[in-house]
């Protein structure tokens, strides 16, 4: 039987972690500005997703890096492409291009849900405010070159890291140490990235929210140093927010998927699960900021 104060620790954080997702519930679907702000500004995530056809591109990092990585490995393993077909080439740079307007796109939609659901989270006036002021502010209040470059920087330096983790996977070692390091190490490594996720998410909503932060490394050692203590609670909100998120579209898929309009409500269900995930994570900024403020 476990100590009772345990218990009482386990409680309160459970609640924590669970009082997050349902305050980023409650800002999402309680607040008529806050979701018709946030829809309007990823109207153009939404025409992207509904007009040019694309495969589904990976949730973790932005997919013009995802798109150059995957040819590169192409070409690298068969490098006989590369003199015989120049078109591909071509072919390659627009659809390079066309993820990173893509990602562009993801990017902005992030910035106005960060904004918006700071004003609505941390103010009683957020539900008066008119949805032109939240447009005006959002364009006027924000400095957007520090958040461009922190989200796209640290977002390379993670997938560097992915890469690394992939070539460390394909490896086939016959060393009986290396065989048993390769089957612990990607238990641990995968724990370390989502860790680091959870640390990059939290760089972009100060970027965002901090005025006197400079540059993407800045950004970063203050979201380390605000999360200190309270940094698996970010990795546990990665996780569950990728299950329920992931549950739901797969039911979704499974129920409706013959439906005609089913393409049409999984790109917004898209948008809405993007919107939801900074909403998420401006929380958890608070919660690290409040929790950091009170021990110091």
């Known amino acids: 039987m476990k100590n009772p104060i345990e218990l009482e620790q386990i409680k309160p954080w459970f609640l924590g972690t669970i009082g997050i997702m349902g305050s980023a519930m409650k800002i999402l679907l309680g607040n008529l500005n806050f979701i018709t ?3 309007i500004t990823s109207f153009p995530l939404f025409c992207m997703m509904k007009f040019i056809p694309r495969s589904p591109y990976d949730f973790w990092q932005p997919s013009f890096i995802m798109e150059a990585s995957l040819e590169l490995r192409r070409l690298i393993t068969h490098p ?8 591909s080439i071509q072919d390659w740079t627009i659809r390079v291009l066309d993820a990173w307007l893509f990602d562009m796109i993801k990017f902005l939609v992030a910035l106005t849900s960060i904004y918006s659901a700071s004003i609505f989270y941390t103010t009683s006036v957020g539900k008066s405010m008119s949805l032109r002021y939240l447009v005006q502010s959002s364009v006027t209040k924000i400095w957007w070159p520090e958040p461009i470059i922190t989200y796209f920087s640290l977002s390379l330096i993670s997938s560097i ?20 390091l390769q089957f612990f190490v990607p238990f641990v490594a995968v724990a370390k990235w989502l860790e680091f996720k959870a640390l990059t998410n939290v760089a972009v909503v100060v970027s965002v929210l901090e005025d006197n932060i400079r540059g993407p490394f800045e950004a970063y050692s203050t979201s380390s140093e605000l999360s200190r203590g309270n940094r698996l609670r970010g990795l546990v909100l990665i996780i569950l927010h990728s299950s329920v998120l992931s549950g739901l579209k797969n039911l979704f898929k499974w129920s409706f998927s013959s439906i005609p309009a089913y393409h049409f409500i999984q790109n917004i269900l898209y948008c809405l699960q993007w919107i939801m995930f900074w909403v998420v994570f401006t929380i958890y900024y608070y919660d690290c900021k409040n929790r950091h403020k009170s021990l110091s």
């Open 37 to 39: 702000f946030n829809l």
């Open 80 to 87: 006989g492409t590369l003199k015989s077909s120049i078109p």
């Open 161 to 180: 890291f992915l890469e690394g983790f992939r070539h460390w996977l394909r490896a086939r070692p016959t060393n009986l140490y290396l065989i048993i």
